[in-house]
């Protein structure tokens, strides 16, 4: 894994409304991190060190992956009460 593409592809997923991709991503980077894959540069210079881009990356992915599920569900709330308005 590129953990540094994945993020980019992650992030241009999400901006670009690509839920179901932006979703696929971030669970793949966080499963890379927590198994201790090295982590892509996010906010600041490598100097930083690995722990805190390791910080910033894992939050992204739980954020993305969460954004995502919560925008899923409303979706499945909404279709089901128009659902339910078309039966009665």
């Known amino acids: 894994m ?16 690509r839920r179901e991709d932006a ?3 971030a669970d793949a980077l966080h499963e890379w991190l927590v ?3 090295f982590p ?3 906010l600041g210079d490598s100097s930083l060190g690995k722990e805190w881009h390791r ?16 925008i899923l ?3 499945q709330r909404r279709k089901a009460k128009t659902t339910t308005k ?3």
């Open 86 to 88: 078309g039966d009665k």
């Open 55 to 70: 910080a910033i990356a894992t939050f992204a992915c739980l954020a993305a992956a969460s954004t995502v599920e919560d």
């Open 2 to 17: 590129d953990p540094q593409q994945t993020l980019t592809f992650m992030l241009d997923a999400l901006e670009e409304k």
């Open 40 to 42: 892509p540069t996010t």
């Open 23 to 25: 979703k696929e991503l």
């Open 73 to 75: 569900k409303r979706r």
């Open 35 to 37: 198994k201790g894959g």
